[in-house]
């Protein structure tokens, strides 16, 4: 087990930061109607071919369309976070990608998620 230059206090504080906006992200992104079988990794997020009148189907095109974006960014922002607490679990938290230096505690507490320090953002 490698030994990070975080506190256990700090590791729990950033951990507990990345489980609650998991947790938001997991209620947005129902909210916008991804289906929520768990498997986020997938990525595909088909839309569902629910048959409607036209014009109620032609709002749903319409508010799929205006989300995919969004939804993509929280997606995006959600496996950033998975991955954050994988390397919790291994051990390798706060460790820059790129350089292998420590990420500051204050660039963590800013982005719990930050994969490298700030020379490499
Ligand atoms: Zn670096």
Redesign the pocket.
């Known amino acids: 087990m490698k030994k990070t230059h975080l506190s256990e206090d700090e590791l729990q504080d950033l951990r507990a930061n990345l489980e609650a906006e998991r947790d938001s992200l997991d209620e947005e992104l129902a909210e916008h109607g991804q289906s929520n079988n768990g498997d986020w990794q997938g990525g595909s997020g088909e839309l569902r071919g629910e048959e409607a009148d036209p014009t109620d189907a032609a709002d749903k095109i319409e508010e799929l369309v205006t989300n995919v974006p969004l939804v993509e960014e929280l997606e995006t922002r959600r496996k950033e976070i998975e991955a954050a607490l994988k390397k919790m679990d291994d051990g390798t938290y706060g460790i ?6 420590p ?1 500051p505690v204050d660039r963590l507490e800013a982005n719990p998620a930050a994969k ?5 953002v």
């Open positions: 820059c990608e790129k350089c292998g230096e990420i490298t320090c700030i020379t490499h």
